[in-house]
């Protein structure tokens, strides 16, 4: 996501194979609601764009 600063999550799942689908959504969603990602569309053809990297740090 870092090179593209865009992502679905098809995409993650591919990066991180062990994490399952519906953890990959929350912790994105957790990321649309900090400020880091945007979310752009709906349902399984949602696009994460990077917004900003810096400034914060992201806390699980």
């Not at 752009?40 to 949602?46: L, S, V």
Request: aromatic share 4%; hydrophobic share 30%.
């Amino acid at each position: 996501m870092v090179q593209n600063k865009t992502a679905r999550i098809g995409d993650l799942e591919k990066l991180e194979p062990n994490v399952t689908q519906r953890t990959l959504r929350r912790d994105m969603e957790k990321l649309a609601k900090m400020g880091y990602v945007r979310k752009i569309g709906r349902t399984n053809r949602t696009l994460y764009k990077l917004v900003r990297t810096e400034d914060k740090n992201i806390e699980y």
